[in-house]
C-alpha cells in the first residue's frame, strides 16, 4: 500500500492541480523558488547563478524550467508531469545525502534533464557576431549534421546553466604543464636481466612504473554460452597459447603519461599529417607527439595517478614507441589474448574473483528489486556502482592473482587487435600469441570503466573505440589524430617484450 | 529534332516572361551542405529595374575589370545608387577604375574615400558605404565578406567564393552570420539570375523532365588572359595578383574560377550537391602560372546520381561553355529548351522580340545587371536573399574535383568539409612569394623509363 502511495499520490495531487488551478498551478510550479524548495543539490543554485545564464547582457535570468524542460508545445506538460512526479517521489522516499550530486554533473547525466529543443528555441541564431573561428566551425558541423542524435548544445556548452570549475571547451595549450610528478631526474632506464617483475624508471624524469612477470600458459579465451550477460562475440571458445611477456601494474597514469606528452607535443598542428605520413614508412627515430588538447583531457578530476584518459590509439600507440624509444625496450599495446590471459590470471569464472554477474548487477528489473551484496566486487573493481562517475587513483582496488590492478574497470583498455565481432571463431584451436584481424577499422578496448555496470567488465566482455563518435565535437579542422573529444573512459596499459630464448626483452 | 507545337503557355498558364514572382524554387540558401535536399525558398520578382528608395551608398573592393564592370552595372540597376568609395591594391587599377565611373555614370568617387593596400578593404567598408562589392581576386574573398557582415554590410560578392576548404567554411559561416543580421549576399553566379535559365529552372522543378538521372557541366574554351610583359619591378606578389587567373592559390585554378558557374547550375537544378569526385586533369598547353589547363571530373551525387565536368582552356579545340541534365521523361540545356526522351523539343524559352519584331537569342536583362537589380529589390523591399552558402558549396564542388585532380585520388565531400588545406603564403606583403609554386603530378612517374628500340641500337 505504501508503495503504491508513493506511486500514485504524486500524479493524483498534480492531476488535482492541473484541473482545479489549471495554469496558475503550472505557473506556480515553474518558477525557480518553487524549483530550488525541493532541489537542495548544494551547488545548483550557487552554480547557475555563476553561470553565463544567470549573468545575461540582457539582464535576464534563464530560469530553471527553460532548460530543465521542452519548450511548451513540445512535450512541456508531458515532461513537467512526469519529471515532477519523480522528484516527488524521490523527495518523499530518499534522503539529500544518499544522492551523489557530483557523479550526475557530467554529460552523459546532463543529457537526461537538459533540452536541446529548449536550447535552440532561445538560441535561434548560432551564428552571431563575435562567434570565434572554431567556433563558427563547430557551429557549421553542428547544423550540418542535425540527423546525429547524440550531437547537442551541451556537448561542447556543458557549463552554459551551471558553472563548472575549470571546465574549458577550447584549445589547451597549457595542459599538463605542472604535473605533480616528483622532480629528481632517472637519467637511465631500468636494466633487466631476469624474467622478474621490475620498475621501470622513465629517463630524463622521476616517474617510474611497475612491470609485473606474466609467465606463458595456455588458457580458454572467450565465455561459455552459459555465462550470464554474455554476448555473441564472446565465443566460440579458443584454446589460446600466450608467451611470456612483461605488464605493467596499473593503467598508464597521468603522470607518466605528461612526460611523453611535454617531451614530444609540438604545437604545429601540420605535424600531425607529417607524422601519418612517417609511420607510413615505420621507420621511427625521433618521435613526434600530440598537438595541445581540445578541452580539459582529465575532466578535471585531477592528473597524477589517475589513468591517463582521452588520448586517441594512435597516440597510445605512440606512446608505446616513445617508450621503447627512451629505454631501449620493446613496448606495446598488449594484443586481445593477452590482456584477456593476464586477466584472468588463471581463472575460468566470469571474474577473476569470486561471485555471479547477476548478483552485482544494478541495471534492470530484477536488480532494482533485490538489493545486491556488492562487497567482493567493491574491493577489486572501480565500476559504475562505486567510481561516483569518475577514474579513480590505483590504490582504491586490490589486484587480481598476477598483481595486476583495474584490469576490470576503472578505465577501458586499448589492445593493438582490430575489433571484429567473429574474431575467435577465425582462431585454431591451441594457437599461440594470436594477433587478431589483419585488418579492420576499430580497436579492441577490454575491461570495461567506471562507467560500466558488472556485467561489462567481465573477464570475456569485448568492446571496441568509435573513432567518428568520439571526435564528434572537436571543432579543429581536421579534427585531432591525438586526443579525442568524446570520450573520457578508456585509457591504455602497457606490455614489454620478453624473449624466452635470448632473455632480451 | 522536331518541335511540337506545345508552347511554354501549356505548362506556365499565362505567366509572362517577366512574371517569375511567387514560384517556389529551392536553392536560394540552403541548409544542408551533405547532399540533401535544399530548402525551398520563394524567389523574388526579377524586375526590369529596382525599385526607387534612400540612397544606397556602395564601396568597391577589387577595382579590376570585373569590379568596374560590377560597380557600373550596380549604378545601373536603379535610382538613387552611388558609389563612395573604392579600394585596391594597386594605385593605377583603382584610378582607371575611377575613371570609368566617372565616364559612364557621372559619378566622381572622393579621392578621401579612394584606399590602396592589402588593408583597403577594411578602409572602404569603414567609410560609411551601405553595399560592398567584392571583386578582389578569390583568394581574399572570405577574408573580406567575413569584414563587411561583421560591419553589417550587404554585400555582392563575386564568384567564386574562395580557393580553398578553409575559405568555404568561413564563407558558409559569415552566410549564416548574414542571415542572422538579415544582410543580403549576392553572388556572382549571375546563371541564377538569368531569366532564360530560371525559367527553364522553374520547369524542371515542376518535373517536365521527370526525376533527374544526370548531368553534364563544360567550359571547354580558349586560353586565359596573362601578361605578356611584366614589368620587371614588379614584386613576385605584384605580378601573381596582376595575373591572379593563372596561379592557383589566387583563383583556385579555372576548375574553380570558371567552371564554377556552371558547376553551380547543376547544384541548383537537383537541389543537391555531389560528394565525391573523381578527376584527372593537366597543363598540356599553358606556359604561364601553375596551373593546369584542363579536367575532366567524375562528380557523384548521394543517391549514386554521376555528372560528368570537364573544363579546358586551350586554344584550337572544341569549345562548349554549357550544361545538360538528363531526367526520366527528358533532358534540358538548363538554359531554353527541354526535350522529350525521343529528342522532341518540348518547351522552349521564348525570348523577347527586337525592335523589328524578330525573335532575339538573349534576355531582356543582362543577368550581369539583373543580379544587381535583385539585390537592391532585395534590400529596398526587405526581402533578404542570402546566396553565400550556396556559392560557397559551388566552389567547394570545383575544388574537390581540383584537388582529385592534382592528387590522382578520389575526394569525398567530407574530407573537404574536414579539410585544412589553406592555400598562399603565411604573410600577404609585396616581395617573394614563400610557396611551392611548382605544377602538381598525379600519381608516380614511371621508373626506369623503358629504352626505346633505336636507342638500343645507336649504343
Known amino acids: 500500500m505504501k508503495k503504491f502511495l508513493i506511486w500514485f499520490l504524486p500524479g493524483l495531487i498534480l492531476g488535482a492541480l492541473f484541473i482545479l488551478g489549471g495554469g496558475k498551478a503550472i505557473t506556480a510550479t515553474s518558477t525557480n523558488d518553487y524549483c530550488v524548495s525541493c532541489h537542495i543539490h548544494p551547488k545548483a543554485d550557487a552554480s547557475w547563478k555563476k553561470s553565463v545564464h544567470y549573468e545575461t547582457k540582457s539582464g535576464i535570468h534563464i530560469a530553471c524550467v527553460e532548460c530543465h524542460l521542452p519548450p511548451k508545445g513540445q512535450g512541456y506538460l508531458w515532461a513537467k508531469s512526469t519529471t515532477g512526479m519523480r522528484d516527488l517521489r524521490s523527495k518523499w522516499t530518499k534522503k539529500a545525502e544518499s544522492f551523489n550530486f557530483d557523479a550526475r554533473r557530467n554529460l552523459e547525466a546532463a543529457n537526461g534533464y537538459v533540452y536541446e529543443s529548449s536550447c535552440v528555441k532561445c538560441h535561434e541564431n548560432l551564428f552571431p557576431s563575435k562567434l570565434s573561428k572554431d567556433g563558427e566551425n563547430a557551429h557549421l558541423y553542428y547544423t550540418q549534421n542535425r540527423e546525429i542524435k547524440e550531437l547537442r548544445c551541451i556537448n561542447c556548452h556543458l557549463n552554459a546553466g551551471h558553472l563548472i570549475e575549470g571546465y574549458s571547451h577550447g584549445s589547451n595549450s597549457t595542459f599538463g604543464s605542472s604535473s605533480s610528478a616528483p622532480k629528481a631526474l632517472f637519467t637511465e632506464p631500468s636494466r633487466v636481466a631476469e624474467f622478474k617483475n621490475f620498475t621501470e624508471n622513465i629517463p630524463k624524469s622521476a616517474v617510474s612504473f611497475n612491470m609485473v612477470a606474466i609467465p606463458g600458459g595456455t588458457f580458454e579465451m572467450g565465455s561459455p554460452a552459459s555465462e550470464p550477460f554474455r554476448k555473441e562475440d564472446e565465443g566460440p571458445m579458443k584454446k589460446v597459447e600466450i608467451s611470456p611477456f612483461f605488464m605493467a601494474e596499473i593503467e598508464v597514469t597521468w603522470d607518466e603519461y605528461l612526460i611523453f606528452y611535454a617531451q614530444t607535443a609540438t604545437s604545429e598542428r601540420t605535424a600531425d599529417i607529417k607524422v601519418v605520413k612517417e609511420d607510413a614508412g615505420s621507420k621511427v627515430d625521433a618521435i613526434s607527439g600530440a598537438t595541445p588538447p581540445y578541452g580539459q583531457p582529465d575532466q578535471n578530476w585531477g592528473l597524477g595517478q589517475r589513468p591517463a584518459i582521452t588520448m586517441s590509439y594512435h597516440s597510445a600507440e605512440t606512446y608505446c614507441k616513445w617508450l621503447s624509444f627512451v629505454t631501449g625496450k620493446k613496448y606495446r599495446l598488449p594484443t586481445e589474448a593477452e590482456w584477456e590471459y593476464a586477466d584472468r590470471a588463471g581463472t575460468k569464472t566470469p571474474y577473476f574473483f569470486p561471485g555471479d554477474p547477476n548478483k552485482f548487477e544494478r541495471s534492470g528489473l530484477k536488480a532494482r528489486f533485490f538489493k545486491n551484496d556488492t562487497t567482493v566486487i567493491n574491493t577489486f573493481v572501480l565500476y559504475r556502482g562505486n567510481s561516483s562517475a569518475k577514474t579513480q587513483t590505483p590504490d582504491k582496488v586490490k589486484p587480481n592473482p598476477f598483481g595486476l590492478k583495474n584490469m576490470a574497470g576503472n578505465v577501458a583498455e586499448f589492445c593493438s587487435d582490430y575489433y571484429a565481432p567473429e574474431a575467435y571463431s577465425f582462431l585454431t584451436d591451441g594457437i599461440k600469441d594470436p594477433k587478431g584481424p589483419a585488418s579492420g577499422t576499430e580497436r579492441v578496448i577490454r575491461g570495461g570503466s567506471f562507467l560500466d555496470q558488472a556485467n561489462a567488465v567481465r573477464s570475456a566482455s569485448r568492446d571496441f573505440t568509435k573513432n567518428d563518435q568520439w571526435l564528434r565535437t572537436d571543432p579543429q579542422m581536421p579534427k585531432s589524430i591525438w586526443w579525442y573529444s568524446d570520450c573520457f573512459n578508456v585509457g591504455f596499459r602497457v606490455v614489454c617484450e620478453y624473449d624466452q630464448n635470448t632473455g632480451k626483452h | ?459
Open chain 2, 1 to 459: 529534332m522536331k518541335e511540337t507545337g506545345i508552347s511554354r503557355r501549356n505548362f506556365l498558364g499565362n505567366a509572362t516572361t517577366v512574371g517569375l514572382a511567387g514560384v517556389v524554387i529551392p536553392a536560394l540558401f540552403s541548409n544542408c551542405a551533405d547532399g540533401q535536399a535544399n530548402k525551398s525558398v520563394a524567389i523574388p520578382d526579377m524586375l526590369d529595374q529596382a525599385p526607387d528608395g534612400p540612397v544606397l551608398k556602395a564601396g568597391l573592393i577589387g577595382c579590376g575589370g570585373r569590379g568596374t564592370g560590377a560597380i557600373v552595372q550596380f549604378l545601373s540597376a536603379g535610382p538613387n545608387l552611388q558609389v563612395t568609395a573604392l579600394g585596391d591594391v594597386f594605385q593605377d587599377r583603382l584610378d582607371t577604375c575611377r575613371e570609368r565611373i566617372k565616364k559612364s555614370k557621372g559619378q566622381e568617387v572622393p579621392l578621401a574615400n579612394c584606399f590602396v593596400g592589402f588593408d583597403a578593404y577594411q578602409k572602404v567598408i569603414d567609410s560609411g558605404v551601405d553595399i560592398v562589392l567584392l571583386a578582389a581576386p578569390p583568394y581574399f574573398r572570405p577574408e573580406h565578406l567575413a569584414a563587411a557582415i561583421q560591419a553589417g554590410k550587404h554585400v555582392f560578392a563575386e564568384k567564386p567564393a574562395c580557393v580553398d576548404p578553409v575559405g568555404a567554411r568561413s564563407i558558409m559561416a559569415t552566410s549564416r552570420k548574414a542571415e542572422g543580421k538579415g544582410l543580403c549576399i549576392v553572388a556572382g553566379t549571375q546563371r541564377r539570375h538569368q531569366r532564360d535559365y530560371v525559367a527553364t529552372y522553374q520547369q524542371v522543378a515542376q518535373g517536365l523532365i521527370g526525376e533527374i538521372v544526370g548531368a553534364n557541366a563544360y567550359w571547354n574554351g580558349g586560353k586565359g588572359w596573362y601578361i605578356k610583359d611584366p614589368d620587371p619591378k614588379w614584386s613576385e606578389m605584384e605580378y601573381m595578383i596582376r595575373t591572379w587567373s593563372n596561379w592557383t592559390w589566387t583563383c583556385g585554378d579555372h576548375i574553380v574560377e570558371q567552371h564554377v558557374h556552371n558547376i553551380d547550375v547543376i547544384n541548383w537544378f537537383t537541389g543537391k550537391h555531389p560528394v565525391k569526385a573523381l578527376a584527372f586533369g593537366n597543363r598540356i598547353r599553358r606556359t604561364y602560372g601553375n596551373q593546369y589547363d584542363n579536367f575532366s571530373t567524375d562528380f557523384i551525387f548521394e543517391n549514386g546520381m554521376h555528372e560528368h565536368s570537364m573544363c579546358r582552356q586551350i586554344n584550337g579545340t572544341t569549345n562548349n561553355i554549357s550544361e545538360f541534365i538528363q531526367g526520366t521523361k527528358g533532358s534540358t540545356n538548363c538554359q531554353n529548351t527541354i526535350w522529350d526522351l525521343k529528342g522532341n523539343v518540348i518547351w522552349k524559352y521564348e525570348y523577347p522580340l527586337d525592335k523589328q519584331g524578330k525573335p532575339t537569342r538573349t534576355v531582356a536583362v543582362d543577368p550581369y545587371l539583373q543580379e544587381h537589380i535583385d539585390l537592391v529589390t532585395a534590400i529596398r523591399t526587405g526581402k533578404v536573399i542570402n546566396e553565400g552558402e550556396n556559392f560557397a558549396i559551388s566552389t567547394l564542388c570545383g575544388i574537390m574535383g581540383r584537388v582529385s585532380a592534382y592528387s590522382g585520388k578520389k575526394v569525398t565531400w567530407e574530407e573537404m568539409m574536414n579539410s585544412d588545406l589553406k592555400l598562399g603564403p603565411k604573410v600577404i606583403a609585396f616581395g617573394p612569394v614563400d610557396i611551392d609554386k611548382t605544377v602538381p603530378l598525379a600519381g608516380e612517374a614511371y621508373i626506369p623509363e623503358p629504352k626505346r628500340p633505336d636507342s638500343q641500337k645507336q649504343i
